[in-house]
T-cell receptor, first 112, second 108 residues
């Protein structure tokens, strides 16, 4: 099992550009989530999904879109990048709501 | 949503000593989880303790849960330099909320 994979590992964007952060898991997990972590801070939940076709907003959803067309994939889209979105983004998955989460290695995003 | 707040914010100990960090939360929970994060990396799950459990062990880790006080503690015994990391607690159903963590530094 590869676990939770994220691509790219590092990305530089200019203000106003859009991009998609990829997340995939091969553990057949129903629950997937996206977090951002700013320096010295904890993780903040952006969006989550309890299964294919079902997504909902987390703590800080503005500026981000998600979709869940398959169980395996949960991409995060930045619509129009802003410097405030400079952060490290983590994707996680778990068998079900409230269970142990498995995290990907993260994507470092720099918005200039 | 649920929230975990860790205390202390930072802890520095000598190798071989025990490290204790605490977590408080605000509302009723089904379970509480502890995670470790090495610098710049993804979080790694340590222990999940359910609301009907009071104590749980995993190797050198011991977690307690006091639902009446809405608090939990993580004890790392005989700490090693490799335990240097940030430690987070969280609980949740649909929405997990993480605190800022406890930054543990173990000095060799």
């Amino acid at each position: 099992n590869a676990g939770v994979t994220q691509t790219p590992k590092f990305q530089v964007l200019k203000t106003g550009q859009s991009m998609t952060l990829q997340c995939a898991q091969d553990m057949n997990h129903e629950y997937m989530s996206w977090y951002r972590q700013d320096p010295g801070m904890g993780l903040r939940l952006i969006h989550y999904s309890v299964g294919a076709g079902i997504t909902d907003q987390g703590e800080v959803p503005n500026g981000y879109n998600v979709s869940r067309s398959t169980t395996e994939d949960f991409p995060l889209r930045l619509l129009s990048a802003a410097p405030s979105q400079t952060s490290v983004y983590f994707c996680a998955s778990s068998t079900d709501v409230g269970e142990t989460q498995y995290f990907g290695p993260g994507t470092r995003l720099l918005v200039l | 949503s649920q929230q975990g707040e860790e205390d202390p914010q930072a802890l520095s100990i000598q190798e071989g000593e025990n490290a204790t960090m605490n977590c408080s939360y605000k509302t009723s929970i089904n379970n509480l989880q502890w995670y470790r994060q090495n610098s710049g990396r993804g979080l790694v799950h340590l222990i999940l303790i359910r609301s009907n459990e009071r104590e749980k062990h995993s190797g050198r880790l011991r977690v307690t849960l006091d639902t009446s006080k809405k608090s939990s503690s993580l004890l790392i015994t005989a700490s090693r330099a490799a335990d240097t990391a940030s430690y987070f607690c969280t609980s949740g159903t649909y929405k997990y909320i993480f605190g800022t963590g406890t930054r543990l530094k173990v000095l060799a």
